[in-house]
Structures are given as C-alpha cells and as structure tokens.
C-alpha cells in the first residue's frame, strides 16, 4: 500500500483525444486522471491501475516497491523471475513475469482521452483468437470485461482497464486451467495489476501505441551478462572448427532474468501469435 491520491476538483472535457490521443493542453492533472477511473476504482480506491499523476509518493518512493519499467511500475509478485523480450534494434519490447503457474505480462498503451478503448481490443482480441481456431469466453472481473482464450500452445487470459489517456493490458498465460478464473495465477495477477502505476508522459503517440518500457540500470547489465555469458563456449576447450558457437538470445525471443541472483538462459514463450497482438 501506499500514499493516497491527490485531491482535486479540476475535471477535464471527455471528448475524444484524436489519434494521438494527448492533445496539448493543461488538463494531465490529478483530477483529469481520476475522472477517467475505470470501472469498479470509483467504489474501491486502493484498487488500480493508477496514474502516476494521481499518487502523493513520488517515483523513487514507488520505486522502492515496484519494477520500474518507465511507462508502467510494476509490484513483483514472491518467486517471480523475469524474463525480457527484445526487438531486433536490441530494445526491450516487454517484460514477462514467470510464476509457477504460469505468465503474467503488463504493459501500457497510449488510448484517447475518452475510455472505451479496451471493448475495442477485447472485440479484435476475441475475433483473432476464434481465427485461429481458439475457444474464446467473456467473462467479467474487478474492472470488467475479460477474454478467456484456450488456444492449442496455452491457456490465455486477458485483463484490460482504461485510463486517462492510457490503456493497460494484462496477459495471463500457463498450462490447460492455469488461467481460470479463480486459479493462482489470475489472483497473483489482479493483486500486480490492482498496485500498478502507469507513467503516461506527455509525449504524443497515436492510439493503441505500446508505451516506451525502459529497463532498470540493474536488470539491464544482468541481461547483459546474461547475454555475454551464452555467448561464451560451454567448456573450457576451444570448440572444434566445424562446431558452432552459442548463439545470443535471438530478437522478440525473451531472455530470463531473475531480480536477483544468477541469471539464466534464453528462453521463449508458449503464448501464441495472439498473445503479442494488441488488436488491431
């Protein structure tokens, strides 16, 4: 737990931001961020996700408690180990926590000033899962609408809320039932997503744009020895000419990384093509 929100009487208008979604004004306030709460925040407010804009703590403070990937901070849940996935440039493009049950990733999205933003997902979602020949229910939970989805890699759930110009996404995955709805894993990832903050900046990106994720000093130079060290020979002998070397983590493939101790290898995921789709 920790500060409680700013007070604010200042409201913004509720049109619709455009396509970038963040018109230049004045109204990224405390109060334009709390207007905007998503479903079930009104009656309950220590449940999140929250804006940043919104808390009394500052960053370091939540920091202290939280993965602070830039644009989301994000509590780890006891045992969890990371594992991060990067793009072809070499950017980290999302980071996956790994529990014993299975996988929870969380990450922002630029949305309009308007909520509403998720329906639209959860629609593409549903309609490219049934595509490729997965089961898909809609099901209801604390902010709402989730998608249930049993595909022929992975059991998948989907929790999204909206905010003030921001929209968050959690993904679920795990083995057949891991994800059902009062299994370990959705708890785990309702508690992560209920103390969630999102840092939406004030920088334009059009709607449904994944937001910057930034890696920690200390988790980039473990992925970075991480990285160097599967790159060295296994033994000690220098390998034969016709054997090749270990090869890096390859781009979009998730390398794991523990928050603290040893790191270990590369490692890819099991969720599917829908799984890193955003809809649409």
């Not at 007070?7 to 709390?34: I, L, M, P, V, Y």
């Not at 929870?104 to 949305?111: L, N, Q, V």
């Not at 990106?205 to 994944?210: A, E, I």
């Not at 994720?213 to 034969?240: G, H, R, W, Y």
Request: glycine share 10%; with cysteine; proline share 10%.
């Amino acid at each position: 737990m920790f500060g409680r929100r700013k007070k604010s009487a200042e409201q913004h208008d509720d049109h619709d931001g455009g396509f970038f979604g963040d018109e230049t004004g004045t109204d990224t306030d405390a109060g334009s961020a709390r207007a905007d709460r998503p479903h079930g925040a009104d009656s309950d407010p220590d449940l999140g996700p929250f804006d940043l804009s919104e808390l009394d703590d500052d960053r370091e403070s939540l920091a202290e408690t939280r993965l602070d990937l830039g644009s989301v901070l994000v509590p780890l849940p006891e045992g969890g180990q990371l594992q991060v996935e990067m793009t072809q440039a070499g950017a980290p493009q999302a980071v996956h926590v790994v529990t014993q049950y299975g996988r929870i990733t969380i990450a922002a999205y630029a949305a309009p000033k308007s909520p509403g933003q998720w329906r639209e997902v959860a629609a593409d979602l549903a309609g490219s899962l049934r595509g490729d020949q997965s089961e898909v229910s809609v099901e209801t939970g604390p902010w709402g609408r989730e998608l249930h989805g049993v595909t022929a890699n992975a059991d998948l759930r989907f929790i999204g809320v909206d905010g003030y110009r921001w929209m968050v996404r959690c993904v679920l995955a795990g083995p057949a039932g891991a994800v059902n709805n009062d299994s370990p894993l959705v708890k785990i990832a309702r508690d992560v997503l209920s103390q969630t903050v999102v840092d939406r900046g004030s920088e334009p990106h059009p709607v449904r744009t994944p937001l910057p994720v930034v890696l920690p000093a200390a988790l980039s130079a473990q992925l970075a020895a991480a990285q160097e060290q599967q790159a060295q020979p296994t033994d000690q002998q220098a390998p034969a000419p016709a054997q090749p070397s270990p090869a890096q983590p390859s781009p979009a493939q998730p390398a794991s990384v523990q928050p603290s101790g040893p790191t270990e290898g590369p490692r890819r995921g099991s969720s599917g093509s829908a799984m890193q789709q955003l809809g649409g």
